[in-house]
């Protein structure tokens, strides 16, 4: 089977499908660490620089947003991908795209934040080159946080 065409596109952070691919997210990891598991301040409309569609065949795959933090350094959040396009190259599009943005905006380091049950996201962020930091904002004192960085 060949790889699938993958185009990634900047949407409003209120765009339905865009709203839709987080809600699937946050089910999704509401499952793996309970309700309301989620350190710190959710992204919103209001913090959130950018926010990118990946699209199989015209339909949404995959979601990545980027916030920022301090004068060179954004925060990648709500990166997810419809299970039923894992393992087939949506995550690395969505990433690349996500880091483009960043430098194309002046950030040179990008932050993440994931959990220990996300064996997947662990696996794209050090195949990526991003390496595991200590806690930062308000993931420092949270214990199932697990915290990665790149310099672009």
């Given at each position: 089977?060949?790889?699938?065409?993958?185009?990634?596109?900047?949407?409003?952070w209120d765009d339905p499908q865009a709203v839709a691919l987080r809600d699937a997210q946050?089910?999704?990891?509401?499952?793996?660490?309970?309700?309301?598991?989620?350190?710190?301040?959710?992204?919103?409309?209001?913090?959130?620089?950018?926010?990118?569609?990946?699209?199989?065949?015209?339909?949404?795959?995959?979601?990545?947003?980027l916030r920022a933090l301090e004068p060179g350094a954004a925060e990648i959040k709500r990166?997810?991908?419809?299970?039923?396009?894992?393992?087939?190259g949506v995550s690395v599009a969505v990433l690349s795209a996500l880091e483009q943005a960043?430098?194309?905006?002046?950030?040179?380091?990008?932050?993440?934040?994931?959990?220990?049950?996300?064996?997947?996201?662990?696996?794209?962020?050090?195949?990526?080159?991003?390496?595991?930091?200590?806690?930062?904002?308000?993931?420092?004192?949270?214990?199932?946080?697990?915290?990665?960085?790149?310099?672009?």
């Amino acid at each position: 089977m060949s790889a699938p065409i993958i185009t990634v596109t900047e949407v409003p952070w209120d765009d339905p499908q865009a709203v839709a691919l987080r809600d699937a997210q946050r089910a999704e990891i509401d499952g793996m660490y309970g309700p309301g598991s989620e350190p710190g301040v959710a992204p919103s409309a209001a913090d959130i620089a950018l926010f990118l569609i990946a699209y199989v065949a015209g339909q949404p795959a995959g979601c990545g947003a980027l916030r920022a933090l301090e004068p060179g350094a954004a925060e990648i959040k709500r990166m997810y991908v419809v299970p039923e396009w894992r393992g087939r190259g949506v995550s690395v599009a969505v990433l690349s795209a996500l880091e483009q943005a960043a430098v194309a905006r002046g950030w040179r380091t990008l932050r993440l934040e994931t959990g220990p049950e996300q064996a997947a996201a662990i696996r794209l962020y050090e195949r990526a080159g991003y390496v595991t930091i200590p806690g930062f904002g308000a993931y420092a004192d949270a214990p199932l946080s697990l915290c990665y960085q790149r310099e672009l």
